[in-house]
């Protein structure tokens, strides 16, 4: 059974602070995704990838695939990057069809 | 603009009460899906669906049916709601499963 752990489950820090989040997984993926949830409920998806960095403005995400293991970075934190930000993992099936398995999230708080 | 479009957004009812989810999206994508939310569970996914026609069920299908019998829309029907479907529902696509994924606004499911 593929399972996603994600870490911390909470973070609070300081505006201006670099942040981590991490993610790791249990069994082969195709890929691998990076969401954001504010308070209020919507979901926007940050980075998909299947291998190396993607960098977005502040945000760089990184993954290694051998060590079943990827980083969300957020550079220059600001209050507007508190959220909950999700892991989700799409298990390796040949087809890349399978369902996408989720972490249970980072709950972010940045004060200024 | 591009999006995916939940109906209705909050919905309260009463076990065994027939209900259908709308989902729809206007970017012409092959891949749609649907997921729960609940608290200290994350998200799971409920069915997703490759094409018209083509459904295949996710982590926690029982008590859902889905159809998609048009590329744009993939309703999620409850026939017979009980409590334990209590929930925050979303709806997804992607042009593949191996590509972004766009999230609706969320559907908050409550049953009485």
């Known amino acids: 059974k593929n399972e996603v752990e994600q870490s911390p489950q909470n973070l609070t820090a300081q505006e201006g602070e670099f942040i981590t989040i991490n993610c790791s997984y249990s069994v082969g993926i195709s890929a691998l995704h990076w969401l954001q949830q504010h308070p209020g409920g919507g979901i926007v998806s940050l980075f998909m990838l299947s291998s190396g960095k993607k960098k977005h403005g502040r945000l760089i995400a990184t993954i290694n695939i051998q060590e079943k293991h990827s980083s969300l970075h957020i550079t220059a934190s600001h209050p507007r990057d508190s959220a909950v930000y999700i892991c989700?993992?799409?298990?390796?099936?040949?087809?890349?069809?399978?369902?996408?398995?989720f972490g249970k999230g980072t709950h972010l708080i940045i004060q200024p | 603009e591009a999006q995916v479009t939940q109906n209705p957004r909050y919905l309260i009812t009463v076990t065994g009460k027939k209900l259908t989810v709308t989902c729809s999206q206007n970017m012409n994508h092959e891949y749609m899906s649907w997921y729960r939310q609940d608290p200290g569970l994350g998200l799971r996914q409920i069915y997703y669906?490759?094409?018209?026609?083509?459904?295949d069920k996710g982590d926690v299908p029982e008590g859902y049916k889905v159809s998609r019998k048009e590329k744009r829309n993939f309703p999620l029907i409850l026939e017979s709601p009980s409590p334990n479907q209590t929930s925050l529902y979303f709806c997804?696509?992607?042009?593949?499963?191996?590509?972004?994924?766009?999230f609706g606004p969320g559907t908050r499911l409550t049953v009485t």
């Open positions: 989700a993992v799409r298990p390796y099936s040949g087809g890349g069809a399978d369902g996408l398995t």
């Open positions: 669906s490759m094409n018209v026609e083509v459904t």
């Open positions: 997804a696509s992607s042009l593949w499963p191996l590509r972004e994924q766009y």
